[in-house]
């Protein structure tokens, strides 16, 4: 079975919704919400303001918390993030909301944009289209309005190119963050060069070889400083795409409590897989937790891998991460002989709550 992920015919049956041209075209879909950012015009006003509030559910909600962990460093006013129907009672006139939802449509998204307009936030939107959109224009809040072109197979969590840095730019013409066209352009090439690494067409690369490893297990991240949001967002990927337990851990939080925790079931070693995604930009104290902790794994035979980033700066980090966890959960699933691409339970559950 795990010849299959070297047999494009093999993977192409599977992927009905064929989220590998998603995964081929996340440089494109940056490309593109930064070509829809150029004409988008955000009041002066909204500089004024002393918190930044994100809102968003599941896909949609991914791109802040990369944003969070990995340019924490440039951000000079705190940033939270919303996924609920209702907003913090900090948020009023002195709060940018920004609004994410990529069908649009997403009903906790629609609530607090309701919710935010009434307590006079400074809105921005950002979606490929539906309710909010026109909600956007009926109370006149500058909107990024994205195609889904780049993303054929259509999940939001697949769009993160959209979402990203869609919300980087919009961030960036409210004067909250310094991003520039020269970095977009570094972050492409490092997408494209991991995509090239780590891509069907490459037959021996080592995220085929973790998927292989991880068959049979639950996966748990465990990121620190920069990185976390990536773990956020690779577990999420796992939990859709491949169907599979996954969560995350942070370090050095984790040392606090969870090693404690590896003994029962008895059944641990059998059922869990650690994935540790290290940086040598961490703290030497953090990296020397990475250490000690995989030692106390190693005493409890818990599986782990490790995969250590190889570019030099924290969002490019980010963004290699971001490819990497995409295409193990895509292997993943393919391993499983499963059309990643199709959320039976998510659609279940939106029509009994339509009811």
Not at 210 to 223: D, E, F, G, L, T
Not at 267 to 272: A, Q
Request: aromatic residues 10%.
């Amino acid at each position: 079975m795990t010849n299959i992920l070297n047999n494009r015919e093999a993977i192409r049956k599977l992927d009905s919704g064929n989220m590998l041209g998603s995964l081929q075209l996340l440089a494109e879909q940056v490309k593109e919400v930064e070509l829809c950012s150029k004409n988008l015009r955000v009041p002066s006003s909204y500089r004024q303001i002393k918190n930044i509030v994100i809102a968003g559910m599941g896909g949609s909600a991914l791109g802040p918390h990369i944003i969070k962990s990995s340019f924490k460093e440039f951000l000079s006013v705190p940033l939270e993030i919303v996924s609920d129907y209702h907003l913090p009672v900090f948020v009023g006139p002195s709060t940018l909301l920004v609004i994410s939802s990529y069908s649009g449509t997403t009903e906790e998204s629609i609530a607090v944009l309701k919710e935010g307009y009434e307590r006079k936030a400074k809105i921005l939107v950002i979606s490929a289209g539906g309710e909010l959109e026109k909600m956007a224009k009926k109370i006149k809040a500058p909107a990024l309005i994205f195609t889904t072109k780049n993303n054929p197979c259509g999940s939001p969590r697949m769009g993160l190119g959209y979402s990203i840095f869609g919300q980087l730019w919009l961030l960036a013409k409210a004067g909250m963050i310094s991003f520039k066209e020269n970095q977009v352009e570094k972050l492409i090439k490092v997408i494209r060069t991991y995509e090239t690494q780590y891509g069907v067409s490459t037959k021996d690369n080592p995220v085929k070889q973790m998927a292989i490893a991880a068959k049979n297990h639950s996966i748990w991240y465990v990121a620190s400083e920069h990185l976390i949001g990536n773990a956020h967002a690779a577990a999420n990927q796992i939990n859709e795409n491949a169907k599979r337990f996954a969560g995350y851990f942070t370090l050095p939080e984790l040392n606090h409590h969870l090693l404690e925790g590896m003994k029962y079931p008895q059944n641990n070693p059998d059922s869990l897989l650690f994935i540790f995604l290290e940086s040598k930009l961490y703290d030497k104290r953090i990296q020397k937790r990475y250490a000690i902790t995989k030692e106390v794994l190693k005493k409890n035979m818990i599986p782990f891998l490790t995969y250590t980033c190889d570019e030099k700066t924290p969002f490019g980090q980010a963004a290699e991460v971001l490819v990497m966890g995409s295409y193990l959960s895509f292997y993943l699933a393919v391993l499983e002989g499963i059309d990643p691409t199709a959320i039976p339970f998510v659609d279940y559950f939106k029509s009994e709550m339509k009811k």
